[in-house]
């Protein structure tokens, strides 16, 4: 069931607890495209996907794209797995619902996915959770369309939270 997703970046983030600025991952290669992970650790942990040449990409772009973020401890112990299998998770005394395998559709009207909030910081500090202060973050991820250039993308149709919404609804 579902999409087999192959591991394309494994990033480990020392003193996680003093971060409080926005971080990115070195660019790393999926599906033929760059991208960079950006986490930011303030209150919540926040992560999200980003095609790195946006910039320099033509009207129309687009990928699409199914993405996993996994969280593991020093001991490599998972933490959280997003999307996982349709089940409730219980991960730091929160349930998570998550789905499996969603594409997404990163366009110049949609450029970043991922997750606005995972869980409270603290949840991490008064499990114990993370050892010496660190945290490894691994991106599953399998590219199923590429287009550089083309048509507009404001009307092609995204996943937003359970709903069906244009592009160019999104930001």
């Known amino acids: 069931m579902g999409t087999k997703l192959k591991k394309a970046l494994s990033w480990e983030i020392d003193n996680l607890s003093e971060r ?15 991208w960079f992970l950006g986490v930011c650790a303030r209150d919540h942990l926040c992560m ?6 946006t910039h320099k990409l033509s009207s129309g772009w687009k990928r699409r794209v199914s993405f996993c973020f996994v969280l593991l401890n020093q001991s490599g112990k998972e933490l959280f797995r997003s999307p996982g299998s349709d089940e409730l998770h219980y991960i730091c ?14 366009c110049a009207e949609a450029p970043t996915w991922g997750l606005p909030t ?11 959770l993370l050892e ?35 592009a160019s609804q999104e930001s």
């Open 20 to 34: 409080t600025d926005v971080m990115k991952s070195d660019t790393f290669s999926s599906g033929g495209c760059n």
């Open 118 to 128: 995972t869980f409270p910081l603290t949840k991490l500090q008064e499990k114990r």
């Open 93 to 106: 005394c929160i349930y998570f619902f998550l789905d499996e395998g969603r594409r997404r559709l990163f």
């Open 132 to 166: 010496k202060n660190k945290l490894t973050i691994e991106v599953y991820m399998k590219v199923f369309e590429v287009v550089h250039a083309g048509k507009s993308t404001e009307n092609d149709v995204l996943d937003y939270n359970g709903f069906h919404i244009f």
């Open 48 to 53: 999200y996907l980003k095609d790195v040449d």
